[in-house]
């Protein structure tokens, strides 16, 4: 059956929650916007409108029959109008209930598409942004934008809208209906109805702010949880001797939920007493009123009691139109943050017309005037870097921190655009390289080895999706790294653990290089990968990249300097600028800033 009640009984009207109102300030949302996400589905709109509409008017009937049968047909011993009229309800029952269900399924799934719709956009446009955004933004934001607000919007597609409809249908149709029966209870109608609404919404928005907060301090709890029983967490409260103050803490925040959880069942109740002494009332005012014949005239009992169903029945759809206001703007508060992710500027854009690179590419590296600026920086990163690695060659980056090595890496594997002058690999400006094109080319092992908590198998394949079992062992020889999984007991299929934390930190570098040797790529990128390393487990994981960078164009950012001495050249950055360049043994000899930093 067509639900005609607006919101669940536990809910409520909502007053318009500022942050809203500010959301909706700072960021309008035209309606050409809106049409625009159901435009697709104008089709399956209409017939839902259609199928709301008619349920409503169809359960109309219900009292109208009941009054044939209360003063027609009993009293007249009429069979074939009770048959009629009883048939008549059932069959009203089935239709409505029937109707019901296709509204639902229809509304449900266009607004499931809808929503995979906007999700998948948004996913999709927040992947192309630039590391600057990542670095910037918190991941929980993030999380919270893509899956709380889109699924926010749920409700407002396949409930709000409907709900609008059905409750304009019912409460209008079912006014029209009550002065049909009697325009004298009617006009009694409009002195009980008003106040009645009245309590039940007053109750309701109590109700609504304690949950409001208990919806707060449970996100609070959860936080705390993440926190301290992630695994990072609980190194971090385990080495600090932390477990006091968090477990004070989490028991302060617990204990308020407590409290909130027994004036939410509270308010709940009043909100249930409330509305059941109203649907008490109503039609107890309503005999009491048909039994004063010089006031209200003569009233057979059918009417009465067919006036009693409706006027009960109207009051559900105008409380629930009470709370549509703040539903829509809660919903374009929702579409205004959603919005905001999806007319976010891609910093480093995909090309239009992408350039392929032919299979033999050799892996030419060269820079050309390049420089770079962070967004919110006054001192540039990079400044006029001219450089050229030949297909197979190696060039070792060094120097202090800041001095701009790391950046030069980024830009290598275009994870930011150059601010002046152009980098190319084989003759093409990255910018002209398609995203998977460039992947492929150009693999990186860096000091921050990110493991998903899969199995190893499933991390490997995230570089090769087509790989067989054979290609990842391989993968795993070249890394040395084979022999560690051999010895587990599931092996490839083993769960490397939140992070990779299953394995050691050399481990977990080598399992990066298993997973960049199935890329294959010519060029190279090592973005100090051995720096986070003890001496011992940099030694393996070194021999690890040498096998690696055999024969490919390898560009290496270095913290160490004993892990370069064997690049064909080695430059030395400082505020963003060469400042020498040449082989260990010619720049040790030059006595320079390369010779400071090694002594």
């Known amino acids: 059956m067509t639900d005609q009640t607006g919101p669940p009984l536990g809910m409520g009207p909502a007053r318009i929650d500022p942050r809203d109102r500010a959301q909706l300030a700072e960021s309008p949302v035209s309606g ?3 049409r625009a996400l159901f435009a697709p589905h104008t089709g399956a709109l209409a017939v839902v409108g259609v199928t709301v509409v008619a349920a409503s008017l169809v359960g109309l009937a219900q009292p109208f029959l009941l009054r ?7 009293p007249h011993g009429d069979t074939r109008l009770l048959a009629w009229a009883v048939g008549g309800m059932v069959g009203v029952a089935v239709l409505t209930a029937v109707l019901g269900v296709i509204q639902t399924w229809l509304a449900t799934t266009m607004g499931q598409r809808v929503m995979n719709e906007l999700r998948t ?41 409907t709900s609008v409809a059905s409750n304009v249908t019912t409460a209008v149709g079912t006014a029209v209906a009550m002065v049909i029966l009697d325009w004298r209870l009617s006009l009694l109608s409009l002195v009980v109805v008003p106040p009645a609404v009245w309590l039940t919404r007053r109750v309701a928005l109590i109700r609504r702010d304690i949950t409001a907060e208990r919806q707060r301090v449970m996100a609070d709890l959860h936080g705390q949880v993440e926190e301290a029983l992630s695994v990072s967490g609980a190194l971090l409260t385990k080495t600090l001797g932390a477990e006091p103050a968090r477990q004070a803490s989490f028991g302060s925040t617990s204990a308020h939920l407590a409290d909130l959880e027994v004036r939410s ?27 004063f014949p010089a006031i209200m005239g003569e009233l057979t009992i059918g009417t009465v009691v067919a006036f009693a169903a409706l006027q009960t029945q109207i009051f559900r759809p105008l409380l629930g139109l009470l709370s549509m206001g703040a539903q829509w703007i809660a919903s374009l508060a929702l579409l205004s943050r959603i919005f905001g992710y999806l007319d976010l500027v891609v ?22 005037g390049v420089s770079y600026r962070y967004p919110d920086g006054d001192v540039p990163a990079l400044v006029d870097i001219d450089l050229t690695l030949a297909p197979g060659t190696s060039l070792a980056v060094v120097g202090e921190t800041g001095s701009g090595k790391s950046t030069l890496a980024s830009l290598m594997v275009r994870l930011a655009d150059p601010t002046a002058g152009r980098i190319f690999v084989d003759g093409v400006d990255l910018r002209d390289l398609a995203p998977a094109e460039l992947a492929r080319h150009v693999g990186v092992v860096s000091q921050e080895t990110y493991l998903i908590h899969a199995s190893i198998r499933e991390n490997l394949r995230q570089a090769r999706p087509d790989a067989d079992d054979a290609a990842l062992w391989e993968a795993l020889r070249v890394a040395q790294v084979d022999h560690v999984v051999r010895a587990l007991p599931d092996g490839l ?30 060029v190279l990128v090592l973005d100090e990968a051995t720096s986070a390393l003890d001496t011992e487990t940099e030694r393996e994981f070194q021999a690890a990249l040498d096998r690696l960078s055999r024969g490919r164009t390898t560009l290496t950012i270095a913290h160490r300097l004993s892990t370069v001495r064997d690049a064909d050249e080695i430059i030395v950055l400082d505020a963003g600028r060469v400042v020498e360049r040449g082989t260990h043994e010619e720049l040790l000899a030059a006595g320079g800033r390369y010779a400071a930093l090694a002594s």
Do not use: C
């Not at 069942?265 to 039994?291: D, E």
């Not at 480093?348 to 050309?368: I, K």
């Open 32 to 34: 050409r916007r809106v």
């Open 68 to 74: 044939a049968i209360i003063d027609d047909a009993l």
């Open 121 to 161: 956009s948004v996913f999709a446009h927040i992947q192309r942004q630039s590391m600057a955004f990542f670095k910037a933004t918190r991941g929980g934001d993030v999380q919270s934008r893509l899956i709380n607000d889109v699924a926010g919007l749920q409700a407002v597609i396949t409930n709000t809208a």
């Open 265 to 291: 069942q509270l308010a709940g109740k009043w909100r249930m007493a409330s509305m059941q002494t109203v649907f008490a009332v109503i039609p107890a005012l309503i005999y009491l009123a048909a039994g």
């Open 347 to 368: 910093e480093v854009p995909a090309p239009e017309h992408p350039v392929p690179l032919p299979p033999d590419a050799p892996g030419e590296v060269r820079f050309e």
């Open 493 to 522: 299929d083993t769960v490397v653990g939140a992070r990779g934390h299953r394995f050691s930190g050399g481990e977990r570098q080598r399992l990066a290089v298993a997973r960049t040797v199935l890329v294959d790529p010519r």
